[in-house]
């Protein structure tokens, strides 16, 4: 008998969630992942394991994923619809729920051409709110996509991801509509830094009743330098960075920048459990996990509850 998704009994129990995330290694040493993981280890509800994120080549999710759980971590295993067709996802859904993974992301992936196989086919086979659909259906009704009987079916508490900042405004919501109806039981967004922006998408999402069907968190990225703030603001896409907080980041002494950013973030996280509608957040501390402690003390969020 497997377990219930810690994320899924946080939630039910009506705390405010804290995901975070471990991006695997461009390599087999699993020490890395390790690494990573232990400055999370008793500070978040679960931990994202990205599946080759940017396109690039790194070590599977799933592989990653079992090192965390190895850790006393429950990983957000990761899949994306760019590398495999329905056939692979499925198998790789039954193999990961065996090994005992029970809480999963179901993500488009980012386009090869950003990352350092360009040629390489994008797959698609089917999209992410068909992927949500699938493993909801293998998990609620016993079947496969196909419509054969699963012998003994998964149960995954099933996460998608959204971008409230993308124009026209109206449409992200109604997308985010289309993946609560095909059964996601929580949604991760895009890092936010334009409040405004946010807001009106929350309020729109509380209007439509999609807060009550699933459990949204908000995605938080603590601002390292000014460099970053820059990159982020002009280079990233669906990515939206007010010039005041750009100009707040590399307007600091360049020595203090880095906790600058990290002020700016546990305001953010505080401004945003104030926002109805929002069950928790997303922290995702890009190759600074060992400050995320820090961050989430700083933010009132410890200790986590154990249930």
């Not at 999963?104 to 709110?129: E, K, Q, T, W, Y």
């Not at 993308?166 to 059964?183: I, T």
């Amino acid at each position: 008998m497997k377990t219930q998704s810690n994320l899924e009994k946080v939630l039910a129990a009506g705390h405010f969630a804290v995901t975070g995330e471990v991006g695997p290694p461009r390599g087999s040493d699993p020490e890395v992942v390790r690494s990573k993981a232990s400055h999370l280890v008793g500070k978040v509800d679960a931990v994202n394991v990205t599946d080759n994120q940017t396109a690039m080549v790194r070590m599977s999710s799933w592989a990653a994923s079992l090192i965390c759980k190895q850790m006393g971590l429950e990983p957000n295993y990761q899949m994306v619809c760019r590398d495999r067709n329905r056939l692979a996802m499925q198998s790789d859904i039954l193999g990961a729920y065996a090994l005992g993974l029970n809480t999963m992301l179901c993500l488009s992936g980012d386009h090869p051409r950003f990352g350092d196989h360009p040629m390489a086919a994008n797959v698609h086979d089917i999209d992410s709110i068909q992927l949500i659909a699938m493993v909801k259906g293998m998990c609620e009704e016993g079947r496969f996509q196909g419509g054969a009987e699963i012998s003994s079916p998964p149960k995954m508490f099933v996460g998608a991801a959204a971008n409230p900042f993308g124009d026209p405004q109206e449409l992200r919501v109604l997308r985010l509509g289309k993946k609560v109806a095909a059964g996601a039981d929580f949604i991760q967004t895009q890092c936010i830094y334009d409040m405004r922006r946010f807001k009106e998408f929350m309020h729109q999402a509380v209007d439509m009743g999609l807060t009550e069907k699933t459990s949204l968190l908000a995605g938080v990225t603590p601002l390292k330098s000014g460099g970053m703030a820059k990159y982020m603001a002009s280079k990233v896409p669906g990515m939206t960075v007010p010039d005041e907080i750009v100009k707040r980041i590399a307007g600091a002494p360049k020595d203090s920048q880095a906790q600058e950013g990290i002020k700016l973030c546990v305001e953010q996280i505080q401004e945003l459990k104030e926002v109805p509608g929002v069950a928790g957040i997303h922290l995702m501390a890009i190759e600074w996990e060992h400050r995320a402690a820090e961050i989430l003390e700083l933010a009132g969020l410890l200790p986590r509850p154990t249930l």
